[in-house]
């Protein structure tokens, strides 16, 4: 059953989110985690965790317990995209797209409508295929080219 100190809490940090209030949300999740962790009659509502964690990530810039923390949550509750996307926000937010990407698919194999989600996915682009397809992506003559092949198109 859910406390409902807790839903409350974890409700106005939902708000204050979507309004791009960052500490005021952190301060709501942590509150809901911390109601849940007193009361300990179930455990950890994994959605706490993870909104916990992507607000940690990028109030507190502490990427690596951020990371943990919506890690927890999706090993906890599989089956949630939601969990999947904040997991994937927590590693864009720490410069590491490739996990990002892979979090974003596996959320949409939950919903494959999700739009925050697509929006996300959206705004990290496409990767262009690298310049010599025999090399590795990240072999130093292909990052040379894929550089000097972008600025010949941002020069067009």
């Given at each position: 059953m859910l406390n409902p100190a807790a839903e409350k809490s974890y409700e106005k940090g939902l708000d204050a989110l979507e309004r791009i209030e960052l500490k005021e949300a952190l301060a709501y999740f942590e509150a809901a985690v911390a109601i849940e962790k007193r009361s300990r009659k179930a455990p950890l509502q994994p959605r706490y965790l993870s909104y916990y964690g992507l607000c940690i990530a990028l109030v507190g810039k502490q990427m690596h317990s951020a990371a943990k923390l919506c890690t927890q949550a999706c090993a906890t509750e599989r089956y949630n995209p939601d969990l999947e996307w904040n997991l994937g926000r927590v590693f864009l937010a720490a410069?590491?797209?490739?996990?990002?990407?892979?979090?974003?698919?596996?959320?949409?194999?939950?919903?494959?409508?999700?739009?925050?989600?697509?929006?996300?996915?959206?705004?990290?682009?496409?990767?262009?295929?690298?310049?010599?397809?025999?090399?590795?992506?990240?072999n130093p003559l292909n990052m040379f080219l894929g550089r000097k092949r972008a600025e010949g198109k941002s020069a067009a």
């Open positions: 410069g590491r797209r490739k996990e990002a990407h892979a979090a974003f698919l596996r959320g949409l194999r939950q919903e494959r409508r999700h739009q925050g989600i697509w929006r996300e996915l959206h705004r990290m682009g496409v990767r262009r295929r690298p310049v010599l397809k025999f090399l590795s992506r990240t």
